[in-house]
């Protein structure tokens, strides 16, 4: 029942995922995100941790969210501005290679699933000492890839707002 579960909230989380990137509409586009990260939290309730999953929605879901939601509102994007949006083909490339990676690692996640969980897996202290040791350098990227990506949108709005 524990793999059901699993991969059907895998599949809700894939589903929500591509009705995002598909959405021509930004707000329902962030609405989808909203709904793929409740799947995704639902995945790491699974898995027993329950921590992780706590921190995706309320860090993902609600924070990232809210400002995603503010900078819809500060770009302030018409129809007519995104009408004639074509598929780029890096991002469909891009896209493909993170589809197969993903598959990658749910195949090598595969027999883990249903298996006994330890009891300390989804600790704060098992996830810090992690996080912190194991996974501090992409810890960090990731941390200056996201403030990339709002001063990106802070030059991008400003631009808009000069014309």
């Known amino acids: 029942m524990g793999a059901l579960l699993f991969w059907g909230a895998g599949a809700a989380m894939v589903l929500f995922t591509l009705l995002t990137v ?26 027993d941790a329950h921590l992780i999953a706590v921190v995706e929605v309320l860090v993902y879901a609600g924070a990232i969210m809210v400002l995603f939601l503010f900078v819809i509102m500060l770009i302030n994007l018409r129809a007519e501005e995104h009408e004639g949006l074509r598929l780029n083909p890096l991002a469909i490339l891009a896209a493909a290679t993170f589809l197969a990676l993903v598959t990658r690692a749910l195949q090598d996640l595969g027999p883990a699933v249903g298996s006994a969980p330890n009891a300390l897996q989804g600790s704060p202290a098992v996830v810090a000492e992690t996080l912190f ?6 810890f960090e990227t990731v941390s200056v890839l996201l403030l990339a990506a709002i001063l990106g949108t802070v030059v991008l709005s400003r631009r808009s707002h000069e014309r």
Do not use: C, K
């Not at 021509?24 to 586009?29: D, E, F, G, I």
């Not at 040791?133 to 992409?138: C, E, H, N, P």
């Open 22 to 47: 598909s959405s021509r509409n930004p707000v329902y586009s962030a609405i989808w995100m909203i709904l793929s990260f409740a799947a995704t939290a639902g995945l790491f309730v699974l898995l």
């Open 133 to 138: 040791s194991r996974y501090a350098v992409a």
